[in-house]
């Protein structure tokens, strides 16, 4: 079955520690995004990826980084410098300018 | 910039019809989607509209203006299953390829 898969589903992490969440989609789409969700709001975009190799940064890049070396995997790492990082993760991919399909989430939590 | 706009809340009875409204400010437009998301989980895709006009699709329908910059989600024959945050997507300029997401709307359905 093509989909979008996620991991792990809980993370947690330890202030001044990176963490990197996987992403990964068999759905052959080139678009690929990462968006953040916290408690009762919206998905607010951090980066996002139309071609392997090539990445442009969302409206909260800050604290963040990502790759694209394959078209099948988006990692998002989680850097000691987003100084806020606890909340809800979501990857999604998309044909572009078509609905995008969501992984499962990650919850991330600082401890 | 792009500003979305939705009720935060709204509440219907079981078999009921609700209106959800989402307004928009966006630079270009290609096209408005709307997603259901439950609590702790994916966002999963409902409607796609690019053109103006009615897209119906089993109880969900949506309707898009885009010279009011205007779009509502109608749910027919409500269930307890409905119950869930519905978002409102816009996707902007085509060089960008990506969705600016309202906050949400969280409907509660009342038996």
């Known amino acids: 079955d093509g989909g979008i898969t996620q991991s792990p589903k809980y993370l947690f992490r330890k202030e001044g520690q990176n963490v990197t969440l996987s992403c990964e989609q068999n759905?052959?789409?080139?678009?690929m995004y990462w968006y953040r969700q916290d408690p009762g709001q919206g998905l607010r975009l951090i980066y996002y990826?139309?071609?392997?190799?090539?990445?442009q940064k969302g409206d909260i890049a800050e604290g963040y980084s990502v790759s694209r070396e394959k078209k099948e995997s988006f990692p998002l790492t989680v850097t000691s410098a987003q100084k806020n990082p606890t909340a809800f993760y979501l990857c999604?991919?998309?044909?572009?300018?078509?609905?995008?399909?969501f992984g499962q989430g990650t919850r991330l939590t600082v401890v | 910039g792009q500003n979305i706009d939705q009720p935060t809340e709204m509440t219907a009875t079981e078999g009921a019809i609700v209106q959800i409204n989402c307004t928009y400010q966006?630079?270009?437009?290609?096209?408005l989607f709307w997603y259901q998301q439950h609590a702790g989980e994916a966002p999963t895709f409902l409607s796609y509209?690019?053109?103006?006009g009615l897209e119906e699709k089993g109880r969900f329908s949506s309707f898009l203006s885009r010279s009011k910059g205007y779009s509502y989600l109608l749910l027919k024959e409500l269930q307890m299953k409905d119950s869930a945050s519905y978002l409102c997507?816009?996707?902007?300029?085509?060089?960008?390829?990506?969705?600016?997401f309202g906050d949400g709307t969280t409907l509660t359905v009342k038996p």
């Open positions: 999604a991919s998309s044909i572009l300018n078509r609905e995008a399909f």
């Open positions: 759905l052959n789409h080139d678009a």
């Open positions: 990826s139309q071609i392997v190799n090539d990445f």
């Open positions: 966006t630079s270009g437009f290609n096209g």
């Open positions: 509209n690019v053109l103006d």
């Open positions: 997507a816009v996707k902007g300029d085509t060089n960008a390829g990506k969705s600016t």
